[in-house]
């Protein structure tokens, strides 16, 4: 890796008006991960030490949402919105802090990968004023088209200002552009606004980079890499393409996976070889899985964590702060929200378990549920190791059931259970001999 200095600003400052939303654009989520979170991430990877992020519209919650994904970026307010080399330039006083790339991005491109800037760093470093990211595509409407001259890129046209013979090149500019960090501020400040929209075109700094005699080249990336998100069709489109990027290489990491095109990861999804996951498996984010776990289908996860040979599902929910330790057992119909199932623990079915500790090889009987919120507060279940809790109990926090206690079925526990009794929560049962038999006959008697 180039120990050249880097900055990448990244324009968000568009409307994104054909998402049809309140939501900022780049805000938009590509596997849980805002679009932005993506281009910084990569950006990140590929050697950028500093991000400047240019926000306009929505530019508050395009700041406060950028705190987590890309802790430690700069915001950049661009006032008006006059045309992407306009955008660059409000990133100005990062700029002139001096580096050795200057990397200007799209917001809304999230699977660029980091292969693309690699090579586009690559070429600044041998030398090149500016590298131009392009890709070929058969339908190049709308795209700026890279324009070359006995081998060498000369100029950029943008749709509206393009011949028609320029308008059937399909080598097309992909967004992605590199900068010698030196050169940077002079070829930007040198972009004028007479084209057919009236903007300052990033993209004029390589005919005024040709006119000075510097170094201009394009690499040649994928379509994926420069892939734009306007809608939400080509959001869905970006996702799918994610999905099956993650699918395959969670599965030649030694997942097995049954029906992988039903299965739904998150960006940061944490998933160790020998796992099972059956078909239609949600994972929201923040989920970790260990190995030889399963996870059976129709479950949905989310901000969980799943231990060794653990079993879920089918159709269980996992919520954020489950916590399932080895070999622990979370079977059908089963919430589990904030409450760690300890070692060989069981919730076999049809259970709500929150706020709870469950400890090793505790057994919670179907219907078991922990009513653990009295509208204002939440309530912690503690249930100790080898505990038995019968089926279709209501465990009302806070309480704790003791040590390979025992509670009977159809109990509402109130008060805490020591270690090694047996606890009844209800009310004896009454048998009539006979009663049942006059009763019918009363009633048939009457309705004659
Ligand atoms: C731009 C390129 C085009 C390229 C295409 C790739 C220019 C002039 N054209 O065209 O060559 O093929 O991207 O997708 O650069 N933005 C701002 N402030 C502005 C203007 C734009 O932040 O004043 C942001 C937008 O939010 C967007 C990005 O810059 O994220 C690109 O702007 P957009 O207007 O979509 O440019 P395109 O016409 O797609
Ligand atoms: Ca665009």
């Known amino acids: ?73 700069e915001n950049f307010l661009q006032e008006k919105r006059l045309g992407t080399a306009n955008a660059v330039l409000a990133a100005r006083d990062a700029i002139a ?29 041998d030398g090149a004023a500016v590298v131009v990211m392009g890709f070929r595509t058969d339908n190049p409407t709308g795209y700026g088209r890279l324009i070359e001259k006995g081998g060498a890129l000369v100029a950029i046209r943008e749709e509206k200002d393009a011949s028609p013979e320029e308008r059937r090149i399909a080598f097309c500019n992909g967004g992605i552009m590199g900068i010698a960090g030196d050169k940077a501020l002079g070829l930007l400040d040198a972009v004028g606004n007479t084209n ?26 994928s379509f994926e890499d420069a892939l734009g998100i306007n809608n939400r069709v080509e959001l869905s489109q970006a996702e799918a393409i994610w999905q ?16 992988p095109d039903t299965v739904t990861f998150a960006h940061d999804t944490k998933i160790a070889q020998d796992v099972i996951v059956e078909p239609n498996v949600f994972f929201g984010p923040g989920v970790t899985i260990e190995t030889g776990a399963t996870i059976r289908a129709n479950s949905h996860l989310e901000g969980a964590k799943v231990g060794a040979n653990c079993e879920v599902g089918p159709y269980a929910r996992l919520r954020p702060g489950a916590d399932l330790k080895e070999k622990a057992k979370v079977g059908n119909f089963v919430e589990i929200k904030k409450a760690e199932i300890g070692p060989g623990a069981k919730v076999p079915h049809l259970s709500y378990v929150g706020d709870a500790f469950i400890g090793a090889k ?10 653990n919120y009295d509208g204002y507060s939440k309530f ?55 009663r049942a038999k006059e009763l019918r006959e009363k009633r048939a008697a009457a309705k004659k």
């Open 196 to 221: 057919a929209k009236g903007e300052f075109y990033l993209t004029d700094i390589v005919s005024i980079a040709t006119e000075r005699g510097l170094a201009v080249v394009a690499t040649e990336a």
């Open 380 to 434: 912690v279940t503690d249930v100790g190791a080898g505990a038995f809790v019968g089926s279709n109990s209501s465990l009302v926090a806070p309480v704790k059931i003791g040590r390979d206690a025992y509670v009977a079925s159809g109990s509402t526990i109130t008060d805490d259970v020591p270690d090694d009794a047996l606890a009844f929560g209800r009310a004896r049962q009454t048998t009539i001999p006979g």
């Open 97 to 125: 802090r001096g580096y050795d790339d200057v990397l200007v991005m799209f917001g809304d491109t999230p699977l660029l990968s980091q292969s693309a800037i690699d090579d586009v760093r690559a070429k600044l470093a």
């Open 362 to 371: 505790a057994n919670l009987g179907a219907g078991t549920i922990t009513c």
């Open 1 to 73: 890796m180039t120990q050249r200095s880097c900055l990448s600003v990244i324009l968000a400052a568009g409307e994104g008006t054909r998402m049809k939303s309140a939501l900022p654009k780049v805000l938009h989520p590509i596997a849980g991960l805002p679009m932005l979170g993506h281009v910084t991430a990569v950006a990140r990877a590929a050697g950028a030490g500093d991000l400047a992020i240019v926000v306009g519209h929505g530019a508050e919650k395009v700041a406060e949402a950028a705190k987590d994904f890309a802790p430690g970026s």
């Open 244 to 259: 099956w990027r993650r699918r395959r290489q969670v599965m030649l990491d030694g997942v097995t996976m049954i029906a």
